[in-house]
């Protein structure tokens, strides 16, 4: 049997941006909780339950000629950036009073009901987040001449350390303990260590780790039902000692716990990616069980949720595209029951797309997005849009001029050469 030819994902180059909406990183500090407002992360999930979504979108367009279009409204403030700004905030000012049992309370109910903003991102991601932020600040903000410069954060993660002592069996404190000691483990990793302390760096980062993989052993992720349970041990595995070998099963009771969670899928790749472990053909089979985990509920959303944040990051995600299938599972993100944020983000995907593909498959992107447009969107959020509102006004003026014909007569037409496995 021929051997499967490596996929590489090339990461698309930095773009010039006021603020990233995706990055947690520098959100909070002990003594400045005010500067993550700007950093709260983003997804593109669709969690809500749906009714059972219908067959593959191919609309064809007939034109029609109203009196007038009205312009759609635009939100003034994004509904989805404000709730992740608030539970951000809410968590800032239990951090502040020390109210760690609150806090833990709070991400174990939002992690039960996988609560999330309007845009699908996960109230306990944030609230996770938001918690280890002023770690990371300390960790980000620190030079790398000595060990000893770690020092402040090395306090911090003893913070962690005390709250979870206090209550042993909260999985919520204990996972947040691990993950701070974790943090300050990567930290201790990499080529900005002078020479003569890189060996030292490496004893402190093992035991860091070493201490984060007995606090985390005695937390099962599928007993407490717990996706963030799951996120740890994976994190774990990616620094312990054969790790690797673990990350499928380990990623499995991850998505398992959260299939519409399109944020783990992108963790997952990345990881693989930076291990080099990851073919096209990987990649085409993930896929392909992230549109079976949410058929019942998402129809084929789930390959949409799959492909959205690799479009993103890896220039080469597109070659493996399936324009067809990757338009119906978008169409099927907004269709059911979705939230404006959702169908904002959906809409967007497509037009991305559209400008990124050649004349044929372009014009079939944009007959879906019109249709979608008509169909789904009563409200313009600017923030997610790769175009201008006056633009996007444009295009919904144009979806207000036609109606759509479902019927098999004239469908859109794809070019789905491009979606064959890179190899047998």
Same mark, same amino acid.
């Given at each position: 049997?021929?051997?499967? $030819?490596?996929?590489?994902?090339?990461?698309?180059?930095?773009?010039d941006?006021?603020?990233?909406?995706?990055d947690?990183?520098?959100?909070?500090?002990v003594? $400045?909780?005010?500067a993550?407002?700007?950093?709260?992360?983003?997804a593109?999930?669709?969690?809500?339950?749906?009714?059972p979504?219908?067959?593959p979108?191919?609309?064809?367009?007939?034109?029609?000629?109203?009196?007038?279009?009205?312009? =759609?409204?635009?939100?003034?403030e994004d509904?989805?950036?404000?709730e992740?700004?608030?539970?951000?905030?809410?968590?800032a000012?239990?951090m502040?009073?020390?109210?760690?049992?609150?806090?833990?309370? @709070?991400?174990?109910d939002w992690?039960? +009901?996988?609560?999330?903003?309007?845009? &699908?991102?996960?109230?306990?991601?944030?609230?996770? @987040?938001?918690c280890?932020?002023? =770690?990371?600040?300390?960790?980000?903000?620190?030079?790398?001449?000595?060990?000893?410069?770690?020092?402040?954060?090395e306090?911090?993660?003893g913070h962690?350390?005390?709250?979870?002592?206090?209550?042993?069996? +909260?999985?919520?404190? *204990?996972?947040?303990?691990?993950r701070?000691?974790?943090a300050?483990?990567?930290?201790?990793?990499?080529?900005? #260590?002078?020479?003569?302390?890189?060996?030292?760096? #490496?004893r @402190?980062m093992?035991?860091?780790?070493?201490?984060?993989?007995?606090?985390l052993?005695?937390?099962?992720?599928?007993?407490?039902?717990?996706?963030?349970?799951?996120e740890?041990?994976?994190?774990?595995?990616?620094?312990?000692?054969g790790?690797?070998?673990?990350?499928?099963?380990?990623?499995?009771? #991850?998505?398992?716990?959260?299939p519409?969670n399109? +944020?783990?899928?992108?963790?997952?790749?990345?990881?693989?990616v930076?291990?080099?472990?990851? $073919?096209?053909?990987?990649?085409?089979?993930?896929?392909?069980?992230?549109?079976?985990?949410?058929?019942?509920t998402?129809?084929?959303?789930?390959?949409?949720?799959?492909?959205?944040p690799l479009?993103?990051?890896?220039?080469s995600?597109?070659?493996?595209?399936?324009?067809?299938?990757y338009?119906?599972?978008?169409m099927d993100? *907004?269709s059911?029951?979705a939230?404006q944020?959702?169908v +904002?983000?959906?809409?967007a995907?497509?037009l991305?797309e559209?400008?990124?593909?050649?004349?044929?498959?372009?014009?079939?992107? @944009?007959?879906? =997005?019109?249709?979608?447009?008509?169909?789904?969107?009563?409200?313009?959020?600017?923030?997610? #849009?790769?175009?201008?509102?006056?633009?996007?006004?444009?295009?919904?003026?144009?979806?207000?001029?036609?109606?759509?014909?479902? &019927?098999?007569?004239e469908?859109?037409?794809?070019d789905?050469?491009? *979606?064959?496995?890179?190899?047998?």
């Open positions: 049997m021929a051997p499967k $030819t490596l996929l590489i994902l090339r990461p698309y180059p930095e773009p941006r006021d603020f990233d909406l995706t947690f990183d520098s959100i909070l500090s003594t $400045t909780l005010l993550f407002v700007a950093t709260v992360v983003l593109f999930v669709m969690p809500r339950l749906r009714k979504a219908s067959s979108v191919t609309a064809g367009i007939t034109p029609i000629m109203p009196d007038e279009v009205d312009a =759609l409204p635009v939100a003034t509904p989805d950036f404000m992740c700004v608030a539970v951000s905030q809410h968590v000012d239990l502040i009073a020390d109210e760690w049992s609150e806090i833990a309370d @709070k991400i174990a992690e039960a +009901n996988l609560t999330s903003t309007p845009g &699908g991102a996960r109230y306990h991601e944030i609230a996770v @987040k938001t280890l932020s002023g =770690l990371q600040a300390l960790i980000d903000e620190a030079s790398r001449g000595s060990l000893t410069d770690l020092d402040a954060a306090i911090e993660v962690f350390m005390d709250t979870h002592r206090q209550s042993r069996d +909260n999985h919520i404190l *204990a996972l947040l303990a691990a701070a000691h974790m300050l483990g990567e930290a201790c990793v990499g080529d900005d #260590w002078p020479q003569d302390q890189r060996r030292a760096a #490496w @402190k093992a035991q860091h780790f070493i201490a984060a993989g007995r606090i052993e005695p937390f099962d992720a599928l007993a407490h039902m717990s996706p963030l349970l799951a740890a041990h994976y994190r774990h595995a990616l620094g312990a000692p790790g690797e070998d673990q990350l499928g099963a380990l990623f499995q009771d #991850w998505i398992d716990l959260d519409a399109s +944020n783990i899928y992108s963790a997952h790749v990345t990881a693989l930076a291990l080099d472990r990851i $073919t096209g053909d990987d990649v085409l089979e993930e896929a392909e069980r992230a549109m079976q985990r949410t058929e019942s998402l129809g084929f959303g789930g390959y949409a949720l799959f492909f959205m479009l993103t990051e890896y220039d995600a597109r070659d493996l595209l399936d324009h067809e299938l338009a119906a599972a978008l993100l *907004a059911n029951s939230t944020s959702e +904002n983000h959906a809409a995907a497509l991305t559209m400008e990124a593909s050649s004349d044929a498959i372009s014009a079939a992107y @944009k007959d879906t =997005l019109i249709l979608m447009i008509r169909q789904h969107l009563s409200e313009i959020h600017p923030r997610v #849009w790769p175009i201008s509102t006056d633009e996007i006004q444009e295009l919904a003026a144009e979806a207000a001029q036609v109606a759509p014909d479902i &019927g098999p007569e469908p859109a037409r794809f789905t050469s491009r *979606a064959h496995p890179l190899a047998a």
